[in-house]
């Protein structure tokens, strides 16, 4: 399967405990995005990377998460002392500069 | 700051019935609209964009800069059609980051 992966799928954690999410991007895909989508809304975009860089965060980004792509390939999404309001789908979507973005099948995140 | 909307949270029709998706954004600048599909325990997919001015799966989407739409239609609607829609935009932002609309869940009945 050449799409984009991501790992895990589904994360259950207690309260104020710390996740990390990964995401595959499509091989030689310069552009990986993060998105968040909780129930019954749209996607709502939160950061972006072309190659190792980190160019663009969202608001809705705060200093809990924090997310790296240290070699321009995979990346890492992590929230530090998770909030019940941190639930959600978090998607991972990646394309060349300007085209299409390919998501991937996204990690739901429980927090307890 | 740039917005999608999509009015219907559910659309429901029946089988050969015409099929349309409303959507509408404001942005300021010149936008690129597409159409993503989410079937079943599927992955998000592009159905379509508007500047490629294309007709997939018997979808066709025009944009209306005067009305600020981008409604998906298609004129028979197909039981495998059943699905989540949803409406994104991408302005003139250098990272193509999209903005979606809450999206339409279309139920197609025999």
């Known amino acids: 399967d050449t799409g984009v992966s991501q790992d895990p799928r589904h994360k259950i954690t207690k309260r104020g405990q710390n996740v990390t999410f990964r995401c595959d991007p499509i091989s030689e895909h310069n552009r990986l995005y993060w998105y968040r989508q909780t129930l019954g809304q749209g996607p709502e975009f939160l950061t972006y990377?072309?190659?190792?860089?980190?160019?663009?965060k969202s608001r809705l980004l705060s200093d809990r998460f924090s997310a790296e792509r240290p070699k321009g390939s995979f990346s890492t999404l992590e929230i530090q002392r998770t909030e019940q309001g941190d639930s959600a789908m978090y998607l991972c979507?990646?394309?060349?500069?300007?085209?299409?973005?390919?998501f991937g099948p996204g990690t739901r995140l429980t927090v307890l | 700051a740039q917005r999608v909307t999509q009015p219907e949270k559910l659309l429901s029709v029946f089988k050969g019935a015409p099929v349309e998706l409303k959507c509408n954004y404001s942005y300021s600048g010149s936008p690129e609209l597409f159409w993503y599909v989410q079937y079943s325990r599927q992955r998000l997919q592009l159905l379509l964009r508007?500047?490629s001015r294309e007709s997939i799966k018997g979808f066709t989407a025009d944009l209306n800069k005067g009305e600020t739409s981008f409604h998906l239609k298609k004129p028979f609607a197909q039981e495998e059609d059943s699905a989540m829609y949803y409406c994104?935009?991408?302005?003139?932002?250098?990272?193509?980051?999209?903005?979606f609309g809450g999206g339409t869940r279309l139920m197609v009945k025999p």
């Open positions: 990377f072309q190659n190792e860089a980190q160019l663009e």
């Open positions: 979507a990646s394309s060349l500069i300007g085209n299409e973005q390919f």
């Open positions: 508007h500047i």
């Open positions: 994104a935009l991408s302005g003139s932002n250098a990272g193509n980051m999209l903005t």
